[in-house]
């Protein structure tokens, strides 16, 4: 069964300091990881796809890595406004187009 | 352009009573997903469409829970007979098409079931 674990469940920051969020799973082939950011009362908005060990991609202050077994989620010196749920979900080759998602950091950044 | 509708944003309802929750999905986007989410974690897979038909809805609970796709745009959810358990944010999601395609997620029906 396909399993996703983030860490840590929540996080306070002050404004500037970086920190990064975990995303650790078990898939049986991995067809690609997903990165969405949600906001109190609203749905998922997509970040980013990564699709194999190795990759990077970039957005503002926000840097996603993946690796066989962990994908991370880099925040670099946030500000308030990046505030929210980070959620990590992955796409299985076996389980069709369904995402398996993880319970998610909450992310507060205080001024 | 317009993402994911979803109607109604909230909806309180009786035990045991029925419900039909609204997807409306991005204009193009022929594959079409139901997800759960409960307070405090991640959305659970309920059902997707490719087109009309169900591709896949291994995620669904039990019988209560119906969804349908007439003609492969708007997606409707139906839940029958309530219990207080079902209370949770309904999400809908479409993606141009299977296989890599990104789901965009609606802003969610918040169902509350007394």
């Known amino acids: 069964e396909d399993q996703v674990t983030q860490s840590p469940e929540a996080l306070r920051l002050q404004e500037g300091e970086s920190s990064s969020l975990n995303c650790s799973y078990t898939?049986?082939?991995?067809?690609?990881l997903f990165w969405y950011r949600q906001d109190p009362g609203k749905g998922p908005e997509f970040l980013f796809t990564?699709?194999?060990a190795g990759e990077e991609k970039e957005k503002e202050r926000l840097k996603a890595t993946l690796t066989k077994k962990e994908s991370f989620l880099h925040i670099t010196a946030p500000k308030p406004e990046d505030s929210a749920t980070y959620l990590c979900?992955?796409?299985?080759?076996?389980?069709?187009?369904?995402?398996?998602f993880g319970g998610g950091t909450r992310v507060l950044v205080k001024p | 352009g317009a993402g994911v509708s979803q109607t109604p944003s909230n909806k309180v309802t009786e035990k045991g009573k029925y419900v039909e929750l609204r997807c409306d999905p991005i204009?193009?986007?022929?594959?079409l997903y139901w997800y759960r989410q409960s307070l405090g974690q991640g959305p659970e897979f309920l059902i997707y469409?490719?087109?009309?038909?169900?591709?896949?809805d291994s995620g669904l609970p039990n019988d209560r829970f119906f969804a349908v796709r007439p003609e492969g745009s708007v997606s409707t959810l139906k839940i029958q007979r309530t219990e207080r358990g079902d209370s949770a944010v309904y999400l809908c999601?479409?993606?141009?098409?299977?296989?890599?395609?990104?789901?965009?997620f609606g802003p969610g029906t918040r169902l509350l079931v007394l």
């Open positions: 999601a479409s993606s141009l098409n299977l296989g890599k395609g990104t789901q965009y």
């Open positions: 898939v049986s082939g991995l067809r690609g």
């Open positions: 990564l699709y194999s």
């Open positions: 979900a992955v796409q299985a080759e076996a389980a069709g187009n369904k995402l398996t």
């Open positions: 204009s193009g986007h022929t594959a």
């Open positions: 469409f490719q087109g009309t038909g169900a591709a896949d």
